[in-house]
């Protein structure tokens, strides 16, 4: 069974608004850091340290599997290649994370980390 802190309010959500969920799931997460700092050391050492980072992937790959119902939900099942575009959703949106994180260690956290998600996010949707 997946368990996310604040899946609760992430099931609730409105369908259509997967990228909504996925946003408030990446927030979520980051907010269980106990401070900035502390967010900005984990990803450095994520980043940094090859066993981690492959840990994390395979990980976050398990997860996305683990959030394909929750999305497909959201998304308009009467096309086809759903399943597809909801890899295709999930997959994008942590390779906002990274590139975000990535972008957040590199400025030594000078930034705000959502807002870089967010800066990312709108570059790969166009």
Same mark, same amino acid.
């Given at each position: 069974?997946?368990?996310?802190?604040?899946?609760?309010?992430?099931?609730?959500?409105?369908?259509?608004?997967?990228?909504?969920?996925?946003? #408030?799931?990446? #927030?979520?997460?980051?907010?269980?850091?106990?401070?900035?700092?502390?967010?900005?050391?984990?990803?450095?050492?994520?980043?940094?340290?090859?066993?981690?980072?492959?840990?994390?992937?395979? /990980?976050?790959?398990?997860?996305?599997? @683990?959030?394909?119902?929750?999305?497909?939900?959201?998304?308009? #099942?009467?096309? %086809?290649?759903? #399943?597809?575009?909801?890899?295709?959703?999930?997959?994008?949106?942590?390779?906002?994370?990274?590139?975000?994180?990535?972008?957040?260690?590199?400025?030594?956290? /000078?930034? @705000?980390?959502? %807002?870089?998600? @967010?800066?990312?996010?709108?570059?790969?949707?166009?």
């Amino acid at each position: 069974m997946l368990i996310i802190p604040g899946l609760t309010a992430l099931t609730r959500m409105r369908r259509g608004a997967s990228w909504e969920v996925l946003r #408030a799931g990446v #927030a979520a997460v980051l907010a269980l850091h106990d401070s900035r700092e502390q967010a900005l050391e984990r990803f450095r050492l994520l980043h940094n340290t090859a066993s981690l980072r492959a840990g994390w992937l395979e /990980k976050r790959l398990r997860f996305q599997e @683990d959030l394909l119902p929750l999305i497909e939900a959201r998304m308009d #099942a009467a096309v %086809d290649s759903t #399943a597809l575009r909801v890899r295709a959703v999930i997959a994008t949106a942590f390779a906002c994370l990274d590139a975000a994180s990535m972008s957040w260690v590199a400025n030594d956290g /000078k930034s @705000d980390i959502m %807002d870089l998600y @967010d800066e990312c996010l709108a570059a790969a949707r166009g």
